[in-house]
């Protein structure tokens, strides 16, 4: 049984570029100095994975990309347990594919059927949100083995807050009570509650989305930079392995690895950081009004109701700037 994962490797690196977006590929590249050599098939599907996880399986045109790497034997397989009246008597094995790409991704068979297939665990339909920054904290302040009374909970705490405000609502009694799996669980459903109220301070869901792909590429922009100066600095001083009977060659693809999984761990990080701290910038407009004195006043123009001076522009009408586009999308987006 292989993990979807191991399927991409067969993916043309264009599907990986389509998967990846064109926008963030073109920034990668744009700072590559040799090209696109750094810019590996493994490479691209190690970050596809660790921005998007298991939420890509979503994605329709990438299950089928998948199941077009599976035998023909599992397709069958899941057209004889799967599938019911017509669609089970087919027998075209790419007819197949489309029906099964194509069913919803949701509580059914063929859902469950795929997760068994490529190795994913059934939970990951109930996860909206992707909480692997809350595990990886979790993981580094308390071990495994490690007892209650002994989780450093301070330096958790501290930590986990400078990349997402979360508030339990327990006490330490109630915390040390809990094992760490329960703990785990425990954080990532307060984080992602934090989230969907974070999404319910938007007018327009399109909002949040669109500050996503604008946070994401600032900050893989800024990690992608640094990490080709560190490349560029390893280069230049892995030589001096040599001298300490050490293969500089075998050294710096060693540290070019973990180099990589840190850029990756990095991004992953600063992205939720950021977006769990967006705000929403409120405008507030004070009109103002002229005092009136004397005995000459007008009851008529004072008790008139309040017009607006210019017409009130929507989300979507053409932005009163000149530049083209909706007024969300220019003067009116949200910061």
């Not at 990668?28 to 994975?49: A, H, Q």
């Not at 665990?121 to 996860?127: A, M, S, T, V, Y």
């Not at 915390?175 to 974070?198: C, W």
């Not at 004070?286 to 123009?301: C, H, L, P, Y």
């Amino acid at each position: 049984m292989s993990n979807y994962i191991d399927y991409m490797v067969n993916f043309s690196q264009s599907d990986l570029r389509g998967y990846l977006g064109e926008d963030i590929v073109n920034l990668l590249v744009e700072w590559m100095p040799n090209g696109e050599t750094l810019l590996t098939k493994k490479k691209m599907i190690i970050i596809i994975n660790s921005l998007y996880g298991t939420s890509i399986l979503k994605n329709n045109s990438f299950r089928k990309d998948l199941l077009q790497c599976m035998n023909g034997s599992d397709i069958m397989a899941i057209k004889d347990n799967c599938l019911n009246g017509r669609e089970k008597n087919e027998s075209d094995p790419l007819t197949l594919i489309d029906i099964i790409a194509n069913k919803p991704w949701s509580k059914n068979a063929v859902t469950y059927y795929l997760l068994k297939l490529w190795n994913v665990p059934e939970k990951i339909l109930d996860k909206e949100k992707d909480t692997d920054v809350v595990e990886n904290e979790v993981d580094t302040y308390i071990g495994d083995n490690q007892p209650s009374s002994e989780w450093d909970l301070a330096g958790l705490n501290q930590s986990i807050l400078e990349i997402m405000p979360i508030k339990l609502l327990l006490t330490k009694d109630e915390i040390l009570n809990l094992s760490k799996a329960e703990f785990k669980q425990t954080l990532k459903a307060a984080a992602v509650k934090l989230y969907e109220d974070k999404e319910a301070e938007f007018p327009e869901p399109e909002q949040i989305r669109e500050i996503e792909r604008i946070v994401l590429l600032k900050v893989i922009d800024r990690k992608w930079m640094d990490h080709i100066d560190d490349m560029d600095q390893l280069k230049q001083g892995i030589g001096l392995m040599a001298y300490g009977q050490k293969d500089p060659i075998v050294e710096y693809k060693m540290a070019g690895f973990d180099m990589f999984d840190d850029m990756i761990s990095a991004i992953q990080e600063d992205t939720v950081r950021l977006l769990y701290h967006v705000q929403v910038e409120q405008k507030v407009e004070r009109e103002q009004v002229a005092k009136i004195s004397g005995t000459n006043k007008d009851e008529s123009a004072q008790n008139a109701p309040k017009r607006r001076a210019a017409a009130k522009v929507y989300p979507n009408d053409p932005c009163p700037c000149g530049s083209g586009k909706k007024y969300k999308q220019c003067c009116g987006r949200v910061k």
